[in-house]
């Protein structure tokens, strides 16, 4: 009896979800030629056509249409069997660190399609700088790391592009005549960077005027109505509000945060959990 080739059913049900040939090849990272020649060979199996033009774009056909609730169906078995014979196998301890700006926006999601893949993993959490994250990432301290620092002596891809702008107390009293007293970190920060370096290209006057350890301590500075910070627009909450052009405020660059895996990693499961996320976790570019 003829057999359905899964790898063949997986590239068909991808073109279905990402509703073209190209879509599909990028994905599954290969050559639009190769993704037809799996559909082909498909085709040859069933005896049937799956795809017909419709104008520039391709519909699925009768039969294709019919086999692809059988392809779901096949593919879900086989990843949940997938799953559970590796759950036993995929376990241990994973040490993940993250800037204190992503703790409640990039990271639980990048923490639930871990889980979701590897349910036997367990976390080891560090909230931090960035700077120094990515020390302890060189020093082997850490399996994997979110940061906003440009480090490619490391492999790592894109998760968000975040917008940085100027945060203040929903209350305070902004004065463009007087200098911009500065809420910032006490240590490296390139956000600090980031607001000095405008204000001054801007040739506005400002003050360092509270420091703090960490961001709960620049936050509350903020709702004090203390000063101003450059922060990414996530902090952005009901007790603050932004400051832009029209209060004599310059522009402010994007940031890009990446998660890096650690160089040299020999546990699979590291580098198993780095090309998952890698693949199903690029919330933009």
Same mark, same amino acid.
């Given at each position: 009896?003829?057999?359905?080739?899964?790898?063949?059913?997986?590239?068909?049900?991808?073109?279905?979800?990402?509703?073209?040939?190209?879509?599909?090849?990028?994905?599954?990272?290969?050559?639009?030629?190769?993704?037809?020649?799996?559909?082909?060979?498909?085709?040859?199996?069933?005896?049937?056509?799956?795809?017909?033009?419709?104008?520039?774009?391709?519909?699925?056909?009768?039969?294709? +249409?019919?086999? $692809?609730?059988?392809?779901?169906?096949?593919? /879900?078995? &086989? %990843?949940? #069997?997938?799953?559970? !014979?590796? +759950?036993?196998? $995929?376990?241990?301890?994973?040490?993940?660190? /993250?800037? &204190? %700006?992503? #703790?409640?926006?990039? !990271?639980?999601?990048?923490?639930?399609?871990?889980?979701?893949?590897?349910?036997?993993?367990?976390?080891?959490?560090?909230?931090?700088?960035?700077?120094?994250?990515?020390?302890?990432?060189?020093?082997?301290?850490?399996?994997?790391?979110?940061?906003?620092?440009?480090?490619?002596?490391?492999?790592?891809?894109?998760?968000?592009?975040?917008?940085?702008?100027?945060?203040?107390?929903?209350?305070?009293?902004?004065?463009?005549?007087?200098?911009?007293?500065?809420?910032?970190?006490?240590?490296?920060?390139?956000?600090?960077?980031?607001?000095?370096?405008?204000?001054?290209?801007?040739?506005?006057e400002w003050l360092p005027r509270h420091t703090s350890t960490s961001l709960a301590g620049i936050r509350s500075a903020?709702?004090?109505?203390?000063?101003?910070?450059?922060?990414?627009?996530?902090?952005?909450?009901?007790?603050?509000?932004?400051?832009?052009?029209?209060?004599?405020?310059?522009?402010?660059?994007?940031?890009?945060?990446?998660?890096?895996?650690?160089?040299?990693?020999?546990?699979?499961?590291?580098?198993?959990?780095?090309?998952?996320?890698?693949?199903?976790?690029?919330?933009?570019?």
């Amino acid at each position: 009896m003829e057999t359905l080739e899964l790898d063949l059913l997986r590239t068909f049900s991808t073109i279905v979800s990402k509703g073209s040939f190209a879509a599909a090849a990028v994905q599954m990272g290969r050559s639009q030629a190769a993704i037809t020649q799996q559909v082909q060979r498909l085709e040859d199996r069933v005896g049937y056509p799956l795809f017909e033009k419709q104008g520039r774009q391709k519909r699925l056909t009768e039969h294709g +249409q019919r086999l $692809l609730g059988y392809a779901q169906q096949l593919l /879900a078995i &086989h %990843d949940e #069997a997938w799953r559970s !014979l590796q +759950q036993h196998a $995929l376990q241990g301890l994973i040490r993940i660190g /993250a800037p &204190h %700006d992503t #703790a409640d926006t990039m !990271l639980p999601p990048v923490l639930q399609e871990i889980t979701l893949g590897f349910p036997g993993v367990q976390f080891e959490l560090h909230i931090g700088r960035s700077p120094f994250l990515m020390e302890s990432l060189k020093a082997g301290e850490m399996d994997i790391v979110i940061s906003n620092r440009d480090d490619p002596s490391f492999e790592s891809f894109v998760l968000r592009s975040s917008p940085t702008v100027w945060l203040c107390g929903a209350n305070y009293g902004h004065d463009p005549a007087k200098p911009i007293p500065l809420v910032m970190a006490d240590g490296p920060s390139i956000f600090r960077r980031i607001a000095c370096d405008a204000l001054d290209a801007a040739g506005i006057e400002w003050l360092p005027r509270h420091t703090s350890t960490s961001l709960a301590g620049i936050r509350s500075a903020l709702r004090a109505g203390l000063g101003v910070t450059a922060r990414g627009v996530e902090q952005l909450d009901p007790g603050l509000r932004v400051l832009g052009a029209g209060d004599g405020m310059p522009a402010l660059p994007d940031l890009v945060y990446r998660l890096y895996v650690r160089s040299h990693v020999v546990n699979p499961v590291i580098r198993q959990i780095f090309q998952r996320l890698r693949t199903r976790m690029t919330f933009a570019r």
